[in-house]
């Protein structure tokens, strides 16, 4: 399984943890403000508040947090936030993508520079390892919304690049200037997906081995653990027994 996967199921689990799910939420909560100071607090007229929306409702975020979250926009309060992105490599040369959102640029950039270098990694410029990796739209479903062949038939007539089905679920992909058609198409169809957006995908994946990964695992729970962090992404693959140990 690669990297980005397996390191997502493995939050996923672990983010059952009330205290990890709360800084999710305030996570989610902050991307939504963004989206709507940045454009409309009309999802219906803005593609991104309507994807941040769409990932707050797949967690659980209730009702309330996500109105008073657009509110936050519409009256202009709070904090203002920089769109940042760090590129490095970790333990084995696995290469970490980092989005954040942060009022303190020089704040953020220390502590993800410092957690690299602990790590036994660093941190490089803007561009520096974004080349090994594709921007394009994810669109997910659970399993039980479709058969793999019926969700690959649907995504192929939505205009869809590629599907990747397993138990866990249907991950569809898409260019960036067809992802939102491809998602309209998608959700006509089976309803609202868990997840839509845009994301960072490996081109191509680096095995490591259990000691490195456990390293390399320590590091990108620092990195998600951090306020400012909002998604990672690296380009690795460990063993099925080094995942199951990491979820437990």
């Known amino acids: 399984m690669a990297g980005h996967s397996q390191f997502k199921n493995i939050m996923h689990r672990k983010g059952k943890q009330d ?12 991307e939504i403000t963004v989206a709507a100071k940045l454009g409309t607090p009309d999802p219906a007229m803005n593609p991104r508040l309507r994807l941040a929306i769409t990932a707050a409702r797949a967690e659980n975020v209730p009702k309330d947090n996500i109105e008073r979250a657009i509110k936050k926009a519409i009256g202009n309060d709070g904090e203002n936030y920089d769109e940042m992105r760090y590129e490095g490599y970790g333990p084995g040369g696995v290469a970490v993508i980092v989005e954040a959102l942060t009022d303190n640029r020089n704040r953020a950039a220390s502590d993800i520079r410092s957690y690299f270098t602990k790590s036994g990694g660093n941190l490089g410029e803007t561009g ?115 995942a199951a140990k990491m979820s437990a």
């Open 19 to 30: 205290a990890m799910r709360s800084k999710m939420f305030g996570k989610l909560a902050r």
């Open 128 to 242: 520096s390892v974004s080349f090994m990796f594709d921007r394009v739209g994810v669109i997910e479903y659970d399993a039980k919304v479709a058969s793999d062949d019926a969700m690959l038939e649907a995504a192929i007539e939505a205009g869809a690049d590629d599907v990747a089905s397993s138990e866990d679920g249907h991950e569809v992909y898409a260019s960036p200037e067809t992802f939102r058609e491809v998602a309209k198409g998608l959700e006509a169809k089976f309803g609202e997906a868990r997840k839509a957006a845009l994301i960072w995908k490996p081109q191509n994946t680096i095995a490591v081995d259990d000691e490195t990964g456990e390293k390399l695992f320590k590091l990108l729970d620092l990195l998600n653990e951090h306020d400012d962090v909002q998604n990672v992404y690296a380009n690795f693959e460990v063993s099925d027994a080094l």
